[in-house]
Nanobody, 122 residues
Framework: QVRLVESGGGSVQAGGSLQLSCIAS????????MGWYRQTPGKGRELVSW???????TYAESMKDRFTISQEISKDTVHLQMNRLGPDDTGVYFC????????????????WGQGTQVTVSS
């Protein structure tokens, strides 16, 4: 069983910043990465960013110049620094742990946190 505890969400004015953090515990010994997704009003869940255990980072195109993902491997923790936030960034942000799928040879999100609300006012 995997447990993910997210923190750092909240309310901020447009142009402001927030940092999200997520600590993973439980059966994560075979994880290959961690990351963040978000669900915004009117949209499905979308990738924000994820990072592999060796530090390779992937960002959604619309966020790569404003958001920075980082990790503390020894603490099973991932952070997401979000700058220049706008109202379109409002939504619930979910932490994810990635596991290696040996059948399709890919690292895929397999466990999810409960989500943390981010609200950006104009």
């Amino acid at each position: 069983q995997v447990r993910l505890v997210e923190s750092g969400g909240g309310s901020v004015q447009a142009g402001g910043s927030l940092q999200l953090s997520c600590i993973a515990s439980g059966n994560i010994f075979n994880r290959c990465g961690m990351g963040w997704y978000r669900q915004t009003p009117g949209k499905g869940r979308e990738l924000v960013s994820w990072i592999t255990n060796v530090g390779e980072k992937t960002y959604a195109e619309s966020m790569k110049d404003r958001f920075t993902i980082s990790q503390e491997i020894s603490k099973d923790t991932v952070h997401l620094q979000m700058n220049r936030l706008g109202p379109d960034d409002t939504g619930v942000y979910f932490c994810a742990v990635y596991f290696f799928d040996s059948q399709i040879l890919r690292c895929l999100p397999g466990s999810w946190g409960q989500g943390t609300q981010v609200t950006v006012s104009s």
